[in-house]
């Protein structure tokens, strides 16, 4: 009887130990993860003391880009709008999904009327050239399922 209380109480700290520890969880999307500060993500226009930007367009970090992942399309942004177009997150729903090519990154400007030689990549199909993982399982489209729960 006596272990049993010795038993007990070792349980009681341990529970109230972890009770007033820090979370090791993130509560997303509410909480996001922080960003590192030396994570490749959305590029966001730096600007002069005098609140001018220091980006003139000149489009030489695309051609110094190994990857030829820069497109430059000069424009006049607002203070509200300072970002790059697009969306970043930090998660993936497979491994392959966080391997980046440069075929990916080739979509083309978001004013129609250039021509440039980037590809449109297919919505619908985003999945279909990974090949299979052995053991027969197949590569599942993610915005296809995700449209059939909703």
């Given at each position: ?14 529970t ?64 509200a ?70």
């Amino acid at each position: 009887m006596f272990q049993g209380v010795i038993e007990l109480i070792r349980g009681m700290l341990t529970t109230g130990k972890e009770m007033v520890s820090k979370p090791v969880t993130y509560q997303y999307p509410d909480v996001k993860k922080p960003v590192p500060p030396r994570s490749r993500g959305r590029h966001e226009l730096k600007r002069h003391a005098n609140g001018l930007e220091k980006c003139i367009g000149c489009s030489l970090c695309a051609a110094a880009c190994p990857a030829d992942a820069i497109y430059v399309l000069p424009a006049e942004n607002t203070d509200a709008e300072r970002y790059s177009p697009g969306d970043y997150e930090l998660a993936y729903y497979d491994r392959r999904s966080a391997i980046i090519t440069k075929k990916k990154l080739l979509v083309p400007p978001p004013n129609p009327d250039l021509t440039t030689p980037r590809a449109m990549p297919d919505p619908g199909n985003l999945y279909a050239a990974i090949p299979p993982v052995k053991g027969g399982i197949e590569p599942v489209n993610i915005v296809e399922m995700a449209k059939e729960k909703q």
